[in-house]
């Protein structure tokens, strides 16, 4: 066997893999976003994030194969949470969380957490929908991701604002009533 074997399979291993810039990007912008999105489907913070960094990497092993990375993450994303035992909250000492800084950009104010109380007050397919919506997705992509036809995203899509509107109407009065 030759002294230039080695090097080549060093110099192989050294290369970064393709696509690895653009995962990094994606992993940068979309992180928190991916939590958010997790916990509009009545997640904790704490499993928003195992499961959307279960679905980051999963998808780092399939990263060469997938087409549309931010609705497979989110697919993948609410598939692990859904899968996944209700994670129980500490009762030690939290690390601290300069440990965890994507938690500060999660972190929910007053009213988005009055949305995302109503919200999880929803049947799951209008959360769903809602979810999509909220991250931007068009319905014709919420249909194709949710696997169900463009009318009945419409439908839920109606309902659940009709729901969301009455519930935060209600507790806007009661916030005032106090």
């Not at 090097?7 to 939590?35: D, I, W």
């Not at 999509?132 to 997705?137: I, L, M, R, S, T």
Request: hydrophobic share 40%; glycine share 4%; no cysteine.
């Amino acid at each position: 066997m030759s002294d230039a074997a080695p090097e080549r399979v060093a110099t192989r291993a050294a290369r970064p893999r393709p696509g690895v810039q653009e995962f990094s990007t994606l992993y940068e912008n979309e992180m928190a976003k991916l939590m958010r999105f997790v916990m509009k489907h009545g997640a904790s913070t704490t499993e928003a994030t195992d499961a959307a960094q279960s679905a980051f990497s999963l998808a780092w092993g399939s990263w060469d194969r997938i087409r549309e990375p931010k609705a497979w993450l989110r697919t993948v994303a609410v598939r692990e949470y859904l899968r996944r035992p209700p994670v129980e909250t500490p009762i030690d000492a939290v690390p601290d969380r300069a440990a965890f800084p994507l938690l500060d950009s999660v972190e929910l104010g007053e009213q988005e957490q009055r949305v995302m109380d109503a919200l999880h007050t929803l049947p799951m397919k209008q959360r769903q929908v809602m979810a999509w919506h909220y991250d931007g997705f068009p319905n014709a992509q919420i249909a194709k991701e949710m696997g169900i036809n463009e009318a009945a995203v419409r439908q839920n899509l109606h309902r659940a604002r009709e729901r969301l509107k009455e519930l935060l109407l209600r507790t806007a009065g009661e916030a005032g009533d106090e």
